[in-house]
């Protein structure tokens, strides 16, 4: 390993991770970034100081090592969840009961709860249904000038999709899809005054779902998660909440900018996207695999905290000191990937860190790969020549963390508008 300086947390080292150019292209910025180790201190923001990991091995590590890198506050010697501050109402503090926020004990006996539902077998079963409503959504877009593949494709299947894994009932899905969008697009204080009142409205709503559920079964998760507290599983009211928003959240941005990006990168990478239409069925598992991997939507697990003071690939950690793993920085580090920033659909093996790995490893990873093969079929097939504005042209989402872009005006059947 080369010789890297002892960097101190205090003194963080300044990369903008929040702009649109960097989602536009991470790649000088993660370059800059190693050259500076594989454990660096940054200031990032809601989050404020933190460890970040810049290569493969160091981000590997960090996921697998549960007992340095804790989830847990209260487990590194601190109280409260990174990025939640006093004033923020006990409604939202509510839903922090969730697996992903949880260390060992907990988190095995949440996520053993749903893990079944989510298994690979089951989600292969769900691809026709997954394709049908891929092709409802495309049916209502088929007959516009110009759509917003993103908020009115990208943004809807996946919501579809985990409603009806949860079982809930259809004609509720707009409203739901108004509430996700206020909480998840903070990009301005007052953004999160009208996010807090969705937030409480998607509270109420759900109680309300779980109360119905109660009275009379059906099918679906909540259903399921329903029956778990009579057959005994200990599953208390503010974790039922809990576990349905964190599916909610973490089951549907993420997807989202998946199936966006992977737009924009076939629409970058004209010969890749010919070698993938050329033969779809055979080319779609590989190249959603590698979309994934040149993307990666999410950039970053949530924080964790040092559990012991210890040294870590060369830095002093401090007890109670917060780090991220960066897994787009992982993605891109070319001491594991040949020519990382370059698309290659048929790329293999391809073991990237897309969904993370270790205990807190994506639960829903094989509903997503299903909902982005299917999203890229059955859309492919029908507008194959779809066309979208340049990268520079498109409104990046800057917020640390995620990427993607706010909407992605697109045009279906160009060569058809410009005959008629
Ligand atoms: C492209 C789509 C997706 C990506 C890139 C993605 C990525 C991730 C990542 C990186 C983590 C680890 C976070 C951390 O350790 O801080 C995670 C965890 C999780 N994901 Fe996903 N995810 C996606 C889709 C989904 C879907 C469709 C669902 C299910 C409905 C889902 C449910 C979860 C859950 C419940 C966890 C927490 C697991 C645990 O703590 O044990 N995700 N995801």
Not at 37 to 66: C, E, H, Q
Not at 173 to 199: C, M, S, Y
Request: with cysteine; glycine share 6%.
């Amino acid at each position: 390993m080369a010789d890297h300086p002892r960097h101190r947390l205090g003194s963080p080292l300044r990369f903008a991770l929040d702009t649109a150019a960097f989602k536009r292209d991470p790649h000088p910025t993660f370059a800059r970034m190693r050259d500076a180790g594989p454990m660096i201190p940054l200031k990032l923001p809601f989050i404020g100081r933190a460890w970040a990991t810049t290569t493969y091995a160091s981000t590997l590590a960090l996921v697998k090592d549960n007992d340095l890198f804790v989830q847990e506050s209260r487990h590194a010697g601190k109280s409260g969840v990174v990025g939640f501050t006093w004033w923020m109402p006990r409604s939202l503090k509510t839903l922090t009961n969730n697996m992903l926020l949880k260390d060992e004990p907990d988190h095995r006996r949440l996520r053993k709860l749903v893990d079944q539902a989510f298994m690979r077998r089951g989600v292969q079963e769900m691809r026709p249904r997954i394709d049908a409503m891929a092709d409802a959504l495309l049916d209502e877009l088929e007959s516009l000038d110009s759509v917003d593949l993103l908020n009115d494709f990208a943004r809807r299947l996946p919501l579809d999709v985990i409603c009806e894994v949860l079982g809930l009932p259809n004609q509720d899905r707009a409203v739901f899809a108004e509430w996700t969008k206020l909480i998840t697009q903070i990009n301005k204080p007052h953004d999160i005054i009208r996010a807090l009142g969705a937030i409480n409205r998607m509270i109420d709503y759900v109680r309300g779902q779980i109360e119905d559920c109660r009275r009379s079964p059906r099918p679906g998760l909540l259903g399921e998660l329903v029956r778990a507290e009579a057959d005994g599983d200990t599953l208390d009211e503010d974790e039922r909440l809990s576990m349905v928003f964190l599916l909610l959240a973490a089951g549907f941005e993420t997807t989202t900018h998946l199936i966006g990006g992977a737009v924009i990168a076939l629409d970058q990478n004209p010969a890749q996207k010919a070698y993938l239409l050329a033969d779809p069925a055979a080319r779609m598992e590989r190249a959603v695999e590698e979309i994934g991997r040149f993307w990666t939507p999410v950039q970053t697990t949530k924080p964790r905290y040092v559990a012991h003071d210890a040294d870590f690939f060369g830095q002093p950690l401090r007890r109670g000191d917060v780090v991220v793993a960066l897994l787009a920085a992982a993605n891109a580090d070319p001491a594991h990937f040949d020519a990382p920033e370059t698309l290659r659909l048929d790329r293999f093996p391809n073991q990237h860190l897309v969904f993370s790995s270790g205990i807190h490893f994506c639960l829903g990873m094989q509903l997503a790969r299903v909902e982005t093969q299917s999203a890229l079929s059955r859309l492919y097939a029908r507008f194959p020549d779809l066309a979208i504005p340049p990268a520079d042209q498109l409104d990046w989402i800057t917020r640390f963390g995620i990427r993607g872009v706010k909407s992605l005006p697109a045009q279906l059947a160009p060569h058809l508008r410009r005959a008629a």
